[in-house]
C-alpha cells in the first residue's frame, strides 16, 4: 500500500466523497466499488439520497496519470451503477467532496431538495448522448468529381498537363473542391439538425470537443450533447445512421451517460 | 472499450479490438482491468448485475462500428468509455459543491488541479476549455493569448444579440462562392465572424440596413430560402443560416423596424444594365462548346431571361457564356439529347435556334416546358424565315 493511500485511510471518515444525488428513501450499501475500493454508500434525506464514500478531508490528487484515469473511470463507474439501480441520477464533477460525516450531507440534501428534486424530475427517463459529426474531405471530394463533369474533367486534363502547366489550374480546382465540401457540410447540417431537434429534449452545441485517437485523420464538423428520452434513442439512432450511409461521413455516438451536461443547478 | 490499454500496462488485453454486446460487459472488462493490475480480482456483488435486483434495468446500446468502418449493422451509440469523453463530462460538467462545502485550501478550490494536470498536457487543457474554473492567473494569461488567435472583436458597449452559424455568398472570389462562418447581430452592427484565421467577412452598422428579403433558391438541386439585404449605398448581400426566420425577427426588433420588403435583386447578382429586368430565370445545365483547353461540357448555370435578351451565367465563375437578343432568336424546341451524357438530367433538352447557330440546354423537364413558353411569348412576331 503506498503512503498516499496509508495516510487516506488514517484519516477516514471525515469527509464524503459524492457521486451522484439519485431517487431512493432508504439507507443503503452498494459494496465496494467505490475509488481505491471504497465502500459505498447512499444517505437519505426524504426521497432523494446521496451516493457517497467516506474519506479523508484531502482531495484525489495525483500526477500519476494511469491512478488518475483509474479514479475517472471508477467515478463514472459509481454513477453508471446508481442509475441502473435508481434511474437516471445527477451526477457530480470528479473530486466533489463535502467535509463531514452523513448528517453534513443530510442537511446539503435538505437545503438543496426542493431544487434537487426539481431536477430529478426533469431528467427522468432520459439520458445524454454525444454525436459527433466527423468528414472525410477525399472521399467527398470523390463524390463531388462523380457528381461534376466540368471538375472531373478539369482533374483529368491537369493530370495529363506538365507539373508547371498544371499549377495555377490544380489551384483553382483545389479552392473550388474546398468550396463545394463546405457547401456539402452546410447541407448537411442544414437538412440534419431539424431531424436531430426532433428527438432529443434538449441540445447543446459544443464549442470545444476532443477525438479519440482513431478520428484524429478525419475532420470534425460538430459535436453535440444531446439529453434524450430513453424511448426516442432508437429513433435518434436512425436520423444518425441516415448521416452514417453518406459516403464521406461518419458519425460517433457515444452514451447513454448520466446527464452531466444538463444540470441546471450549478452548485448545492 | 478503452482504446489507450496499452497505457494501462496490459498489451495483452487488446480491448480496442473486442466488439462488446453491450457496456455491461465493457464496463466489468474496465473493472476486470482494474482488478488485473491490483493483483486482486473482486467479484461485482450480483445484486449490481444487470437484470438482477436493479429496478430499472437500462438499456445499454451495443458497441457497433468499433473501428469507424461502416457495417451493414444499425448505427448505435458506443459506450466505450474512451478516456477523452470520460475526462470531458466528469471533470467539466456535472455538480460541484458550493463553497462552503468543498474542500479548499485558503479559500481556493484546489481541486482536481493536479489530477487534471496528470490527465493532459496544460496546453492541451487550456486548448479544450478544462481549466475554466480553475486558477485565475492563467486564465487570465490564456484570455490575452486566445484575444489575438480568434476572440470575436467587439466594440466597447457592444453587446452580442444573436450568433448562428451561416454563410456569405462571396463575389469577390475567383469563383463565387458560399464563405462560412458565424454571423453575430450585434445591437450595433452585423457582422460573419471567421474564426481561424481570424477576419470580419462582412459588416453592416445596423443603422445602414435598408431593407431584407427572403428568397428561395436552389442549392445543391435543393429548395432553401436566402436572406438579401440591402444596404443604403444600395448594394446587397446575400446570406444563409439555418434558422432565417429567427434572425431576421431578430434584426427587426434589434432596428426597431419592419426591413423586410420586396427588394429587385437579380439572381445570382448578375449585374445588368439599367432598364433591363430579369422576366424568368432558372437554373439550368448548358452545353459548353470545347474552348481553348477545355473540351465540350455540361455545365450547371442560370438561364436568365430579360425583357431584352436571354443569357446563361456560368454559376462557378459568374460570368456570361452565351447570350442573344431576342431578335436573334429563330425558334425554341423541346427535344432529346443526342449526344451520351452522364448527367441524366440532361436528357431532354431545350434547343434554342439563332441566327449564329444552336444552344442547348438541360434539366428539369417542366422547367424545360416553362422557359420555353416564356421565350416564345418573348420571341417578337414576325414570320420565321428559315434559310
Not at chain 1, 430529478?120 to 454525444?130: F, H, I, M, P, Q
Not at chain 1, 472525410?136 to 478539369?154: G, M, R, S, V, Y
Not at chain 1, 477525438?211 to 478525419?218: Q, T
Request: proline residues 4%; glycine residues 6%.
Amino acid at each position: 500500500m503506498s503512503e498516499t493511500q496509508e495516510a487516506r485511510e488514517t484519516e477516514i471518515g471525515e469527509s464524503r466523497y459524492l457521486y451522484c444525488i439519485v431517487n431512493c428513501d432508504a439507507e443503503m450499501s452498494l459494496g465496494e466499488i467505490g475509488i481505491d475500493y471504497a465502500k459505498v454508500h447512499i444517505i437519505p434525506y426524504k426521497d432523494i439520497a446521496a451516493v457517497v464514500h467516506a474519506c479523508s478531508v484531502k482531495p484525489y490528487e495525483t500526477r500519476d496519470h494511469e491512478k488518475a484515469k483509474l479514479w475517472i473511470f471508477t467515478h463514472n463507474y459509481v454513477i453508471d451503477k446508481a442509475t441502473e439501480r435508481f434511474g437516471t441520477v445527477l451526477p457530480f464533477s470528479f473530486d466533489a467532496i463535502i467535509r463531514g460525516n452523513d448528517d453534513t450531507v443530510k442537511d446539503a440534501l435538505s437545503k438543496g431538495y426542493e431544487k434537487l428534486k426539481g431536477e430529478l424530475d426533469r431528467v427522468e427517463g432520459k439520458a445524454e448522448y454525444t454525436v459527433q459529426i466527423f468528414c472525410d474531405p477525399e472521399k467527398l471530394t470523390q463524390e463531388i468529381l462523380i457528381e461534376d463533369q466540368e471538375l472531373k474533367a478539369l482533374k483529368e486534363k491537369i493530370e495529363k498537363m506538365p507539373k508547371g502547366a498544371a499549377y495555377l489550374l490544380q489551384r483553382k480546382f483545389e479552392l473550388k473542391i474546398k468550396d463545394m465540401i463546405s457547401a456539402s457540410i452546410f447541407k448537411l447540417a442544414d437538412e440534419f439538425s431539424s431531424k436531430i431537434r426532433k428527438y432529443v429534449e434538449e441540445i447543446k452545441v459544443e464549442e470545444t470537443s476532443r477525438i479519440p485517437e482513431r478520428y484524429k485523420d478525419k475532420k470534425l464538423i460538430a459535436t453535440l450533447t444531446c439529453l434524450v428520452s430513453n424511448e426516442k434513442v432508437e429513433e435518434l439512432d436512425k436520423v444518425l445512421e441516415g448521416i452514417c450511409n453518406r459516403r464521406g461521413y461518419d458519425v460517433r455516438f457515444t452514451g447513454p451517460w448520466a446527464p452531466f451536461s444538463f444540470i441546471k443547478l450549478k452548485e448545492i | 472499450m478503452m482504446s489507450a490499454s496499452p497505457a494501462l500496462g496490459h498489451p495483452s488485453v487488446s480491448l480496442s479490438s473486442r466488439r462488446f454486446e453491450n457496456a455491461e460487459i465493457a464496463l466489468f472488462s474496465e473493472r476486470d482491468i482494474r482488478d488485473e493490475q491490483f493483483g486482486k480480482i473482486q467479484p461485482v456483488p450480483s445484486s449490481l448485475v444487470r437484470g438482477q435486483g436493479s429496478k430499472r434495468p437500462r438499456r445499454y446500446p451495443g458497441i457497433l462500428r468499433a473501428n469507424g468502418t461502416k457495417g451493414d449493422l444499425t448505427m448505435k451509440a458506443e459506450r466505450e468509455n474512451d478516456l477523452v469523453d470520460v475526462l470531458d463530462k466528469l471533470l467539466n460538467k456535472g455538480l460541484v459543491l458550493n463553497a462552503d462545502l468543498i474542500i479548499s485550501v485558503a479559500g481556493v478550490p484546489l481541486i482536481g488541479v493536479n489530477l487534471k494536470a496528470a490527465l493532459a498536457g496544460i496546453e492541451t487543457m487550456l486548448d479544450y476549455g478544462m481549466m475554466e474554473a480553475w486558477d485565475q492567473r492563467t486564465r487570465e494569461w490564456y484570455a490575452k493569448e486566445y484575444a489575438t488567435k480568434g476572440a470575436v472583436p467587439l466594440a466597447e458597449g457592444e453587446e452580442v444579440i444573436l450568433k448562428m452559424l451561416g454563410s456569405l455568398w462571396d463575389r469577390r472570389w475567383i469563383s463565387p462562392t458560399w464563405r462560412p462562418g458565424s454571423f453575430y447581430l450585434t445591437n450595433k452592427r452585423f457582422f460573419l465572424f471567421r474564426k481561424e484565421p481570424a477576419e470580419i467577412l462582412f459588416e453592416i452598422e445596423l443603422d445602414k440596413l435598408e431593407g431584407l428579403m427572403i428568397r428561395s433558391d436552389t442549392y445543391l438541386r435543393k429548395e432553401r430560402e436566402e436572406l438579401y439585404i440591402q444596404f443604403d449605398c444600395g448594394e446587397t448581400a446575400r446570406i444563409h443560416v439555418s434558422n432565417i426566420r429567427e434572425l431576421k425577427d431578430a434584426i427587426e426588433e434589434t432596428v426597431g423596424k419592419q426591413l423586410e420588403r420586396e427588394l429587385s435583386i437579380p439572381y445570382e447578382q448578375y449585374p445588368l444594365p439599367q432598364g433591363e429586368k430579369i422576366v424568368q430565370t432558372e437554373k439550368f445545365w448548358y452545353l459548353f462548346p470545347s474552348m481553348g483547353i477545355l473540351t465540350e461540357a455540361w455545365r450547371l448555370g442560370r438561364l436568365s431571361l430579360t425583357n431584352k435578351r436571354l443569357f446563361w451565367v456560368y454559376q462557378v465563375d459568374n460570368q456570361k457564356m452565351f447570350e442573344v437578343p431576342f431578335d436573334e432568336i429563330i425558334g425554341v424546341t423541346l427535344g432529346f439529347n443526342g449526344k451520351e451524357s452522364s448527367i441524366s438530367a440532361c436528357e431532354k433538352v431545350l434547343i434554342i435556334a439563332y441566327n449564329g447557330g444552336r444552344v442547348l440546354f438541360g434539366g428539369d423537364e417542366n422547367r424545360l416546358q416553362k422557359m420555353k413558353i416564356a421565350i416564345e411569348k418573348m420571341i417578337p412576331e414576325k414570320p420565321i424565315v428559315m434559310k
